[in-house]
């Protein structure tokens, strides 16, 4: 059963100790992660966090191609802040735009061989970084609780924001797993 949200008269179930240090922990981690994670990639490899994000999620795709549409939604930025992100992508030989073949009205990014040679010469030092940051502190338990309360927070959100009519497109999901490099 769902759990409703509160109603503007009810009273505030505010946070114990106990869940306010825990939340106070994870926001700040929600905050630090990234930008450790955005400073590795721009060192080693010229390359923002989201904008490996983005040529990892082409390699994902067959053809590795992807409607733009679709691709904002996979990294969670709007159309327009996407498309001035490829465009810059362009300009480095990483991606390409084509028409959609089948409907017109859209438009594909294309991953590049050099993009994708970007991409496999970034994965490494950006595994380590997530291993090192994340993966190689928590012991298998841990990174099993990880991952099941990122789910369940993920299906949490995606719930209100259906509920909300937030968005009009679909949620992003992680790319099937094959054998790119993360």
């Known amino acids: 059963m769902p759990e409703q949200p509160p109603r503007p008269n009810d009273q505030p179930r505010w946070l114990t100790p106990a ?19 955005e400073a590795q990639l721009q060192q ?3 390359l923002s966090y ?15 191609r992807m ?25 480095r030989g990483f ?3 084509e028409p959609d073949p089948t409907n017109g009205r859209y438009t594909h990014a294309i991953l590049t061989e050099a993009g994708y ?35 369940k927070i993920s299906e949490r959100i995606d719930r209100w924001e259906q509920q909300n009519c937030r968005r009009t497109d679909t949620a992003p999901q992680l790319p099937q797993r094959n054998a790119t490099p993360r």
């Open 19 to 37: 869940e306010l240090e825990t939340w106070q922990q994870f926001a700040l981690m929600l905050h630090k992660l990234p930008i450790a994670l």
């Open 50 to 64: 989201v904008e490996y994000y983005v040529l990892a999620g082409l390699a994902d795709q067959p053809g590795h």
């Open 95 to 97: 991606v390409r735009r």
């Open 117 to 151: 040679a970007r991409l496999v010469e970034a994965a490494p030092g950006h595994v380590a970084r997530v291993r090192d940051l994340v993966v190689d502190v928590l012991d298998p338990a841990e990174l099993d609780s990880l991952r099941t309360a990122a789910e």
């Open 67 to 91: 409607r733009m549409s679709d691709l904002a939604v996979l990294a969670n930025a709007e159309l327009s802040r996407l498309s001035h992100m490829i465009s810059r992508l362009e300009r």
């Open 44 to 46: 080693d490899a010229d």
